[in-house]
């Protein structure tokens, strides 16, 4: 149990919030009546210090499990009551980390270095439900199409960049879309590829993936215009001389040779 707590550990911050008030009245932390999974010794400071960083690591209010309002005081939550599903869920999470940590702890043993702690915030990162860009991708795929995919990216980078919780480098859209275009997706795949060449122009991986899409869905002039790209920032890269050579000598026959006679 002694890793059940030790969530947050390193999160000197929790601490900080949490003495302000707690000197004069007793804290809203001390003498817990329902701890079915935490240790019943735990002290008041890693009480709030683990009920503080779990809040944090799913980027949500103490309500979210607990039994309050937003603009109540903490002190007339029922931290007590077992009422939400969230609570119950967070209980066997708790449990779930104490398994991996002692399944960590003992591999680290083994190659003699001290365990990296799992915490919440280790999946979480400020989600509720942990989840990466693709799979919020792949759901807005489910019932929309590329241009849904690429508002739903959009707003995601307008509210999270900067933060833990979603990954918006170059590299994962590029894979992603690479994905998208090589399956059933193409369109989605291009118009996700798109954005990221508005974000990453100067990256010649962004350029070739978008040719490729291009060339898939036959439309030679943009792929040689993307292909073009790649070469220019990527110059003597031989595979791509060719492609260009093959789509202008490709491009030339098909030239409307064909006058009515
Ligand atoms: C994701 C769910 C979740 C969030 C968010 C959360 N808690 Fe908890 N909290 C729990 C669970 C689960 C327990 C019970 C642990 C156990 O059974 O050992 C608990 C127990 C407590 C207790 C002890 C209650 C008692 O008398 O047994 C207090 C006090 C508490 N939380 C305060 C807070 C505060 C304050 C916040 C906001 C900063 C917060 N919690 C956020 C899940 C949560
Ligand atoms: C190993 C990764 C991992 C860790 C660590 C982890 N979780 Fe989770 N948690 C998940 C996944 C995955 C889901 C979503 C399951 C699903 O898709 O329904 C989830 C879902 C939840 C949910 C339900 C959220 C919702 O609204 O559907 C709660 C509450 C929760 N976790 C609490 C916690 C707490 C508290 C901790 C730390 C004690 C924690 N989790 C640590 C992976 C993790």
């Given at each position: 149990?002694?890793?059940?707590?030790?969530?947050?550990?390193?999160?000197?911050?929790?601490?900080?919030?949490?003495?302000?008030?707690?000197?004069?009245?007793?804290?809203?932390?001390?003498?817990?009546?329902?701890?079915?999974?935490?240790?019943?010794?735990?002290?008041?400071?890693?009480?709030?210090?683990?009920?503080?960083?779990?809040?944090?690591?799913?980027?949500?209010?103490?309500?979210?499990?607990?039994?309050?309002?937003?603009?109540?005081?903490?002190?007339?939550?029922?931290?007590?009551?077992?009422?939400?599903?969230?609570?119950?869920?967070?209980?066997?999470?708790?449990?779930?980390?104490?398994?991996?940590?002692?399944?960590?702890?003992?591999?680290?043993?083994?190659?003699?270095?001290?365990?990296?702690?799992?915490?919440?915030?280790?999946?979480?990162?400020?989600?509720?439900?942990?989840?990466?860009?693709e799979?919020?991708l792949n759901?807005?795929l489910e019932?929309?199409d590329g241009?849904?995919a690429?508002?739903?990216?959009?707003?995601?980078?307008?509210?999270?960049?900067?933060?833990?919780?979603?990954?918006?480098?170059?590299?994962?859209?590029?894979m992603f879309t690479s994905g998208l275009q090589r399956g059933s997706n193409i369109e989605a795949g291009i118009a996700l590829q798109?954005?990221?060449?508005?974000?990453?122009?100067?990256?010649?991986?962004?350029?070739?993936s978008?040719?490729e899409g291009?060339?898939t869905v036959?439309?030679?002039?943009?792929?040689?215009?993307?292909?073009?790209?790649?070469?220019?920032?990527?110059?003597?890269?031989?595979?791509?001389?060719?492609?260009?050579?093959?789509?202008?000598?490709?491009?030339?026959?098909?030239?409307?040779?064909?006058?009515?006679?």
């Open positions: 149990m002694r890793a059940i707590f030790a969530v947050t550990a390193g999160l000197a911050l929790a601490g900080v919030l949490s003495t302000a008030s707690a000197q004069e009245r007793k804290s809203i932390f001390a003498d817990p009546q329902n701890l079915q999974v935490l240790p019943a010794d735990i002290s008041t400071a890693e009480l709030s210090q683990t009920m503080r960083g779990v809040a944090l690591g799913l980027g949500v209010r103490c309500q979210y499990c607990h039994v309050g309002e937003a603009g109540q005081s903490l002190r007339e939550f029922d931290f007590a009551a077992d009422v939400k599903e969230t609570k119950a869920i967070a209980r066997q999470m708790f449990q779930m980390v104490a398994d991996i940590n002692a399944r960590t702890s003992a591999i680290a043993s083994q190659m003699e270095r001290p365990a990296t702690e799992v915490r919440c915030v280790t999946c979480h990162r400020g989600q509720a439900r942990p989840q990466l860009i799979d919020v759901q807005t019932s929309g241009a849904a690429v508002e739903k990216y959009k707003a995601l980078r307008e509210e999270f960049y900067g933060s833990h919780t979603f990954d918006f480098s170059e590299l994962t859209l590029t798109e954005l990221n060449r508005e974000y990453h122009p100067e990256v010649w991986r962004v350029h070739i978008l040719a291009y060339e036959g439309d030679p002039e943009k792929a040689l215009e993307s292909y073009r790209k790649t070469l220019e920032l990527r110059p003597g890269f031989a595979h791509v001389e060719g492609k260009i050579k093959a789509i202008e000598e490709q491009m030339k026959a098909e030239e409307p040779e064909s006058k009515p006679e």
